[in-house]
């Protein structure tokens, strides 16, 4: 069961806000009858019109992307800069990114018109595990590491324990790399984590969101995630929940 606002904005009916409108003032019916109430919420079954047209809700799209350097994890941009549903001119459907990617990171990201499946991706009680692989200014040592997996100070919060390896180090450059494994999503973590522990990251990738890899997909490609591999995430993300409350 989903708000009947979001089912229309979905369908293309008009942003949510206008359909909240359009409901408020009585000019929507589910099965026959008008409906008023904002909070109504209506099945895949329910039968609905808008204005006597009736509407049809858009399929579920769920896609895995590989983001390049210099595109911008949104839908538009006020600069006109290129975002990343220009990735994806074959599909119709209002797609949206699962949480955001710098201008400079690459790798991994999910998009989708799903916004329960979004909001499990996203919010942190899900544990959703993101995995990144980090080019970091000068040799990494294990005290820093631990550092890191114990959680570090981010403007008086202090962040979840992490999953830290060192991939190599290379002395003469002076720099590192290194896997970085979180289950948060605030504004730019992983770059704040590395620089709060004295290694500024000079490149970022995302490489796994929980089972999920790139494989052998270029930057600005993408496919379709498979049924089995939806139904694996929710799995996943409702067992987390099941453990806080347990």
């Known amino acids: 069961m989903e708000r009947l606002q979001k089912v229309m904005a979905h369908s293309g009916v008009a942003s949510r806000r206008?359909?909240?409108?359009?409901?408020?003032?009585?000019?929507?019916?589910?099965?026959?009858?008008v409906v008023t109430e904002l909070g109504t919420k209506v099945s895949p079954s329910d039968f609905i019109e808008v204005d006597g047209k009736v509407i049809f809700k858009e399929d579920y799209r769920y896609i895995l992307l590989h983001k390049p350097a210099g595109v911008i994890t949104s839908t538009a941009d006020e600069k006109d800069r290129q975002v990343i549903t220009d990735l994806l001119p074959e599909i119709e459907e209002r797609i949206?990114?699962?949480?955001?990617?710098?201008?400079?990171?690459?790798?991994?990201?999910?998009?989708?018109?799903?916004?329960?499946?979004?909001?499990?991706?996203?919010?942190?009680?899900?544990?959703?595990?993101?995995?990144?692989?980090?080019?970091?200014?000068?040799?990494?040592?294990?005290?820093?590491?631990?550092?890191l997996r114990r959680g570090v100070?981010?403007?008086?919060?202090?962040?979840?324990?992490?999953?830290?390896?060192?991939?190599?180090?290379?002395?003469?450059?002076?720099?590192?790399?290194?896997r970085l494994e979180i289950h948060e999503g605030w504004n730019h973590q992983v770059k704040r984590m590395f620089e709060v522990v004295g290694h500024p990251v000079q490149r970022l990738k995302r490489?796994?969101?929980?089972?999920?890899?790139?494989?052998?997909?270029?930057?600005?490609?993408?496919?379709?995630?498979?049924?089995?591999?939806?139904?694996?995430l929710k799995?996943?993300?409702?067992?987390?929940?099941?453990?806080?409350?347990?």
């Open 235 to 246: 799995k996943i993300a409702f067992s987390a929940q099941d453990d806080i409350m347990n």
């Open 96 to 147: 949206y990114p699962i949480g955001r990617l710098d201008y400079d990171t690459t790798g991994l990201i999910l998009l989708t018109n799903d916004g329960e499946f979004a909001n499990l991706m996203m919010h942190p009680k899900y544990e959703i595990s993101k995995e990144y692989e980090a080019l970091v200014e000068g040799i990494i040592e294990n005290d820093q590491l631990n550092l």
């Open 207 to 232: 490489v796994k969101i929980s089972f999920l890899e790139l494989g052998k997909l270029e930057p600005g490609m993408w496919r379709e995630l498979s049924a089995f591999e939806v139904d694996k």
């Open 18 to 33: 206008k359909c909240e409108n359009l409901i408020e003032q009585g000019r929507v019916k589910v099965n026959g009858q």
């Open 153 to 178: 100070d981010l403007d008086g919060v202090k962040t979840s324990p992490a999953k830290a390896r060192l991939l190599n180090k290379k002395p003469r450059q002076q720099t590192s790399r290194v």
